[in-house]
């Protein structure tokens, strides 16, 4: 199971291991273990991405 990782602000960002998803009196709630490290990531993908950015 991935999780839509809409946090971020991109729409194209799931997350396949790394969270962990808790139920507290009825609210979900998302943790990712390294956030950093993952926007860390994310930042390096885009910055190298062949394609053009799309607005």
């Known amino acids: ?6 946090e971020c602000g ?16 009825g609210e979900t709630y998302v943790g990712v273990k390294d956030v950093h490290g993952l926007h860390r990531i994310i930042a390096k993908y885009i910055t190298e991405k062949k394609t053009p950015l799309l607005g």
């Open 1 to 6: 199971m991935s999780y839509h990782y809409t």
């Open 10 to 25: 991109l729409s194209y960002i799931y997350l396949a291991d790394g969270y962990d998803i808790e139920t507290i009196d």
